[in-house]
Structure formats: structure tokens, C-alpha cells
């Protein structure tokens, strides 16, 4: 915490997809200070993460363009203004002060802002749990393999089909005692080269059909034993386990967001023809808003956004008009 | 609009689609699997997952008259009061923490067995 920063904005952007990156743009063009913050380490929300190659071709005025490409132009536009990007970070908590809506990130980071924008789409992702271990997390079950030199001399249990479970097999095979991978059904999703490493590899076990159903060991000294790996066909068997990995997928949910006193349905934020929430200075806009005949397109939500932007132009200067202008006004 | 799972998911539900859904939209019944329509996002990450090939996007379903009816079934399952349960089951917002059901509708219920 003590490296903690404080900053102050006139408008926070919470979420860097589309939505927040034309928003981010338009608080720009409204004269504006802007903080775009984003848990993912790269702007581009769903379009990066999801798609990044494939084409686009219902955006007005681009007949088609690549994801990738078309990320790269909101950006563009948006930095014409220079919004400051806090990448990696995510919203966790709001206070309210007379004149702010402050907001926490998961690093300590403090936002005082005139208003907030929720641009937040599905969410953020998070690892989908292993249920049999859920009380060893953090002790001998983890979600990633942050240091590989933790697993040095280990037993190491992988479970998961994708790629990161093959890509974790096949860089601790070399440091650990032994690696048994663990997948539910017969076939890996992830790359066959990697798999071909991996099932060569002298001290690596691959289990087919096979979860990991018990843990055993000292919970309280965090000292992980074995684990029970049962097949479909109800055959267990024990393997030596120091740690589990579990490489499970990720779902994504608004997570923290629900804490916020937000009036929600379901994964999504209720709002007003204005784009406000039941919060005060917090509005909404894209795939995390909702209201009665949405729909979920990149169109939409950038007219979403810049209606959100330009309505938080006025709360925070009544002066100011609702209308921007044109942005043909200033060649 | 959302993805939809047909009848060959049922009695096979080997949960490859569940794997890889990123909002965790897919509901175990008790042999088949079912989308929740208003959670899912139509990514289309479950329909190239399936090793039967249950999955279509309701576009595709309309049309198909092996499909069609699992659409209307499928919505069924989270907004009818399923059997031996007293309230529907709505948008329940994730699959793993709810569990498999355990039930399946009237329909699928009724399909001959598919192993
Ligand atoms: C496969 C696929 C194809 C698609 N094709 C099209 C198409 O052709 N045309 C079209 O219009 N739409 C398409 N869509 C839908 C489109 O991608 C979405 O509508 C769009 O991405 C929504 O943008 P968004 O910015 O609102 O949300 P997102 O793209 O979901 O971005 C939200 C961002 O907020 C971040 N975030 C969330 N919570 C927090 C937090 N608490 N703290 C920090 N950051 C947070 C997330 O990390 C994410 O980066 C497609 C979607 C998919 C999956
Ligand atoms: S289309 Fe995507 S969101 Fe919908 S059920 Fe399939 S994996 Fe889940
Ligand atoms: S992958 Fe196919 S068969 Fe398996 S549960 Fe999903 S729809 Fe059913």
C-alpha cells in the first residue's frame, strides 16, 4: 500500500473495450481529464481477448476491419487527447465524497472523480475453481504458475485440457520431481506439439477421463500430500501431490462491481435514457448496461458512451451545454 | 440471441462445451446440457467444442427442424417450473456454483436413450 498512488480525474473510465476507449476519446473531445483503468493487461476488452483476428464488419463506416486493427484505431483517437491508461488493475470500491466518487483499485490506487463511466462489458475474468480443493487455494492449489521456481523438486498435479495446462506440464517437467496431468475427457484442446512433449517427457504422467476428486494432506501447515485422481469409470487411484495447478478456463463476471450499491440484473447495470445508474455521478454504457430494448453491439454502445460522456459534461460543469458541437467545428 | 444445444448433447454431456463457456452459461440438467439464453454472450467458443456437434446459434436452430424445438426447450428450462422443483430456475448468473440440476425437461426427459 505505501507506494499507493492518489490521482484525480474529472472522469474515470472503468473498462478499456471498445466502449471505454470511445469513451475515453470523447471525454477528450469534451475537455476532459480522463483515467482509463483496465484489469487486463491490454486495452481491447472482449475484441482482444476473444478476437482479436477476426474481421469486423458491422461498424458504420468500416466495410471491414480486423479486430486487432480496429482496437488500434480507437486508441487512436482516443490518445489524441491523452487519457492516462492504468492497465492491470482493477476497480474494487467506491466512496462517496461532497464533490467525488473515489475509487479503489486492487493495487492500492486511490481515483477521486467527478464522475464515474462503467464500461466494465462482462466483467473480468477469473479462474474457474477446482471444487475439490477450494479450501487448499493459496496453500498447495493454485490457479497460475507465477514463479516455476517454486516447483522445483515438487510432485506437481496439473489439471486442464487448453493450452496452459500443456504449456505449464511442459515447462515444469524439466524442474520437478514429477508432473501428472490430469484432464476430464479423452482429447486436449491445447497445441498437439506441446502434448507430444509433454506425454515424451520421462517424468510426466498424462491422465485422460481422469478428475481430481480429494485432497489430502496437512491443510492447517499448508503441507499437500496426495491428491485422489478418480476415472470416469470410478477407478481412484493416489498421486503424490506437493501442489495442485489447476488450468480450468476462466469465467468472467463483474465481480467487485456488485459491492457498489448498483441496481443490477443479472451480469448487467440498470440505467436511464442518460446513461446513469441509481449511483450517484456513476453512469454505465455497453455490454454492461442494461435497459429496456438493449442490444449488445459495439454500435450501440459507442452512442451509449458518448450520451454517458456528454451528460457527465454537464454534471460537472451546469454551464456547459448538453450538445458538444460538432468535431468538424475545429478544422 | 444466444447458442443453442440440440438432442444429441443428451446422454453424451461431456461437458467440453462447459470447459471453455466465459460466462459459465451452460446448465447441467441430468442428461443434457442447456444455455441460458440471456447470459450468453454468443461468443461461439462452446459450438466448435463439441464432439457431437449439439451446439448451433439459434439463427441456425430456427431453420433446423432437428434443432428448432430446443430452442423453445431450452428456454423452457430456466423460465418453467421444472419437475420436483417449486420455483423456476431463472437466471441463476453461473453454472458451477449452482451444480448440475438434476432434472431435465418433459421433453428431453422423454428422449429414447442416445448411448
Ligand atoms: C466472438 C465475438 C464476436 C463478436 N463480434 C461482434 C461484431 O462483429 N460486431 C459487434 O458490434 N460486436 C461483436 N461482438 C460483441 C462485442 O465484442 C462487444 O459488444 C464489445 O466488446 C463490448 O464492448 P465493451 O467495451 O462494452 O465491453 P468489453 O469488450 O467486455 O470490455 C470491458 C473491459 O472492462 C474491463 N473490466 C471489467 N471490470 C473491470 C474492473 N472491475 N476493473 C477494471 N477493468 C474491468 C474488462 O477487463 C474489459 O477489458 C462480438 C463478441 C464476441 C465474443
Ligand atoms: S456462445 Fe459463448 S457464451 Fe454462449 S454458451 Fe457458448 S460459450 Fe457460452
Ligand atoms: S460439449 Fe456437446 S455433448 Fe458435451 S455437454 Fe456440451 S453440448 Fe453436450
Not at chain 1, 474529472?10 to 477528450?28: E, F, N, S
Not at chain 1, 464533490?99 to 477469473?126: H, M, N, Q, S
Not at chain 1, 455490454?287 to 458512451?305: C, N, Q, T, Y
Request: charged letters at 20%; a negative charge; one cysteine or more.
Amino acid at each position: 500500500m505505501s507506494k499507493a498512488q492518489k490521482l484525480a480525474t474529472d472522469v474515470l473510465i472503468l473498462g478499456a473495450g471498445p466502449t471505454g476507449l470511445y469513451g475515453a476519446y470523447y471525454a477528450g473531445f469534451r475537455g476532459l481529464s480522463t483515467i482509463v483503468v483496465d484489469v487486463l493487461p491490454q486495452v481491447g476488452g472482449q475484441v482482444m481477448a476473444l478476437y482479436p483476428e477476426k474481421q469486423i464488419r458491422d461498424v458504420a463506416g468500416l466495410p471491414s476491419i480486423r479486430g486487432r486493427d480496429f482496437i488500434a484505431a480507437l486508441k487512436e483517437q482516443a490518445d489524441a487527447f491523452s487519457p492516462t491508461y492504468l492497465l492491470g488493475r482493477q476497480a474494487v470500491t467506491v466512496e462517496h465524497s461532497s464533490d467525488a466518487a473515489v475509487v479503489t483499485l486492487d493495487d492500492g490506487t486511490r481515483i477521486e472523480a467527478g464522475a464515474v463511466v462503467i464500461t466494465a462489458g462482462i466483467g473480468t475474468p477469473k479462474p474457474r475453481p477446482l471444487q475439490a480443493g477450494s479450501q487448499w487455494l493459496d496453500r498447495g492449489l493454485s490457479y497460475f504458475v507465477v514463479d516455476p521456481e517454486v516447483h522445483r523438486d515438487q510432485d506437481v498435479v496439473i489439471v486442464g485440457g487448453g493450452d496452459s495446462a500443456l504449456d505449464w506440464a511442459d515447462a515444469l517437467s524439466t524442474l520437478a520431481t514429477s508432473v501428472t496431468l490430469v484432464h476430464r475427457r479423452s482429447g486436449f484442446r491445447g497445441h498437439a506439439a506441446t502434448l507430444a512433449r509433454v506425454e515424451s517427457s520421462p517424468n510426466t504422467t498424462v491422465l485422460t477421463e481422469c478428475e481430481v476428486t480429494a485432497f489430502d494432506g496437512d491443510l492447517a501447515n499448508g503441507q499437500l500430500q496426495k491428491v485422489t485422481v478418480t476415472h470416469t469409470s470410478g477407478e481412484e487411484r493416489l498421486v503424490a501431490a506437493d501442489h495442485v495447478i489447476a488450468a480450468l478456463g476462466f469465467i468472467s463476471d463483474i465481480g467487485p462491481l456488485r459491492t457498489w450499491g448498483l441496481q443490477l440484473a443479472g451480469r448487467s447495470i440498470q440505467v436511464d435514457r442518460s446513461m446513469r445508474t441509481n449511483v450517484p455521478r456513476v453512469y454505465a454504457a455497453g455490454d454492461v448496461a442494461d435497459f429496456d430494448g438493449k442490444v449488445r453491439l459495439m454500435s450501440v454502445g459507442f452512442g451509449e458512451v458518448a450520451t454517458a460522456v456528454n451528460h457527465v459534461a454537464v454534471e460537472l460543469d451546469p454551464d456547459l451545454n448538453l450538445f458538444p458541437g460538432h468535431s468538424t467545428d475545429e478544422s | 440471441m444466444a447458442y443453442v444445444i440440440g438432442p444429441d448433447c443428451t446422454d453424451i454431456l461431456d461437458r467440453s462445451c462447459i470447459d471453455v463457456c466465459p460466462v459459465d452459461c451452460i446448465y447441467v440438467g441430468e442428461r443434457k446440457s442447456y444455455i441460458n439464453g440471456n447470459e450468453c454472450i454468443d461468443c461461439g467458443a462452446c459450438e466448435v467444442e463439441c464432439p457431437v456437434e449439439a451446439i448451433v446459434v439459434d439463427r441456425v436452430a430456427k431453420k433446423n427442424p432437428k434443432f428448432s424445438p430446443y430452442l423453445t426447450d431450452q428456454e423452457s428450462f430456466f423460465h418453467d417450473i421444472l419437475p420436483g422443483r417449486d420455483a423456476p430456475l431463472g437466471d441463476p448468473n453461473g453454472a458451477t456454483a449452482l451444480g448440475p440440476v438434476g432434472v431435465d425437461t418433459p421433453l428431453v426427459a422423454a428422449l429414447p436413450s442416445n448411448q
